[in-house]
């Protein structure tokens, strides 16, 4: 999907009252969020949002293969959809991490949004990568 398209999309699945968000007001919107580096990331997340919101959801647990990069931009967008629809189901992200342990075998962790501790068994898996070597 363009930029665009997916502005479209958003409009359509009504992330916006009254679609009230230019185009050019989203693009602007994305360059002063840390969080979100294009705007097709930050309408997916807000989706994301929006769904766990419409189906009533009030806790989440966010578990991306090996990383926990998609943890602050769901929780931001969880934060954004809610300040536009404060009536609406307000959903909490706790942070978690799957992990490859072997060809079938997953690990998943959750960590009550505590980042520095899933950084803290990365540098100790590092460690161990760099020992082994």
Known sequence: ?????????????????????????????????????????????LLIAKKLSDQNIKLAVITDHNTISGYQKLAEAVNIFHKTFPKRTYTNILLGIEISCADKCHVVGIFENKPEIINRLALLK????????
């Open 1 to 45: 999907m363009s930029d665009e398209e997916m502005y479209l999309l958003a409009i359509k699945e009504q992330l916006f009252p009254e679609n009230s968000l230019s185009y050019e007001e989203a693009l602007d919107i994305t360059t002063q969020n840390k969080h979100f580096e294009t705007i097709k990331e930050y309408f997916a997340y």
């Open 126 to 133: 590092f460690n161990v990568d760099i020992k082994k070597k």
